[in-house]
């Protein structure tokens, strides 16, 4: 268990890399990899159970202590990336097919390693939690709804298929997860100790398997153009969502969680969907996504992580000064 909790470490740590190096190869020999695409539901559906295993109940009672910290971070998070996908979507003029792509993205929760951000960045972890949380738990609602508002002018959005999909992917296996760890409660503990490992694995695979069923048609005159658009959405994402939690109010730890529970996206449910319910080609915008917003991320908690050590070490400093000054 220990190999295995190493392993899932240094993958969880170099994430992104490695899905870089999965998506190229992947570009490169389709064939490796194409086995994946009928299994890319089931894995994103291990991803989520591992999801449930780790929730707890405080996790849920921190929802109701403070309702209005919560309720803004699910507010900033389905007004702010949907209605950034759709300008995107118009500025840059995509066809159909990307436009969808890019909204799914918009429409969906939270990003799994968004609390991870949180705290590596010193941010609010338990907000950010609460707001991940809810935010999945609602998207069965959210997620057909919004894309059937916004882009239901480019395709037919077939909401009771995409209603049923994230329930069956998303809140089934967390609810299985939650139920799993209230019933066995500390047996789960050395099994959480692989979820990293899995859930890494599981998220290379699919983005592996989308970019596979794209390879011909990935990087045309037509798809490039995702490039920009991608890496704006979730920048733009990060910078209106501490904006907004910021115009409200919060704190910085407080703001920090909010970006990046607003800036990240749940990519592989984007990607997963996009599969499943339009075409290929749609699932390449949540793939890029996936290989983009985590690298953001741990750029952005890292340069936040180093901020406040260097202003925690101002402070510690500040006294000896002061007493330097008095003793003279």
Not at 4 to 30: C, D, E, I, M, N
Request: glycine share 8%; charged share 10%.
């Amino acid at each position: 268990m220990k190999t295995v909790k190493a392993v899932g470490k240094f993958l969880g740590k170099y994430f992104a890399l490695f899905v870089l190096a999965a998506a190229v190869l992947s570009y490169f020999q389709p064939h490796w990899i194409t086995w994946v695409v009928p299994y890319i539901a089931y894995l994103l559906g291990v991803v989520m159970f591992g999801m449930g295993l780790t929730l707890k109940r405080s996790d849920f009672a921190e929802v109701f202590k403070r309702p209005k910290d919560v309720l803004i971070g699910v507010c900033a998070h389905y007004l702010i990336m949907p209605l950034v996908a759709l300008a995107l979507c118009y500025a840059f003029r995509l066809p159909s097919a990307l436009a969808v792509g890019v909204l799914l993205v918009g429409s969906c929760p939270s990003g799994t390693s968004s609390n991870v951000m949180a705290f590596l960045a010193k941010g609010d972890v338990a907000l950010g939690v609460s707001v991940g949380a809810v935010s999945t738990l609602i998207a069965p609602v959210m997620l057909p709804f919004i894309l059937w508002l916004l882009a239901g002018h480019w395709v037919s959005i077939p909401t009771a298929a995409l209603f049923t999909s994230v329930l069956e992917i998303v809140i089934l296996p967390i609810v299985l997860g939650v139920v799993v760890n209230a019933l066995l409660g500390k047996h789960v503990e050395k099994a959480n100790e692989a979820l990293p490992l899995v859930s890494t694995v599981s998220i290379i695979l699919i983005a592996s398997g989308v970019v596979a069923a794209n390879s011909a048609t990935m990087f045309t005159a037509e798809t490039l153009v995702i490039i920009p658009v991608v890496i704006l959405h979730n920048l733009l994402g990060y910078g209106l969502g501490f904006l907004f939690s910021r115009l409200l109010g919060m704190n910085h730890p407080k703001s920090r969680a909010i970006t990046f529970e607003v800036g990240m996206q749940n990519s592989g449910l984007a990607a997963t969907l996009a599969m499943a319910l339009f075409s290929p080609i749609a699932a390449v915008p949540g793939t890029l996504f996936s290989i983009w917003h985590n690298m953001s991320g741990s750029t952005l908690a890292s340069y936040w992580a180093s901020k406040t050590m260097r202003e925690e070490a101002k402070k510690n400093e500040q006294p000896l000064s002061t007493a330097t000054v008095s003793a003279e």
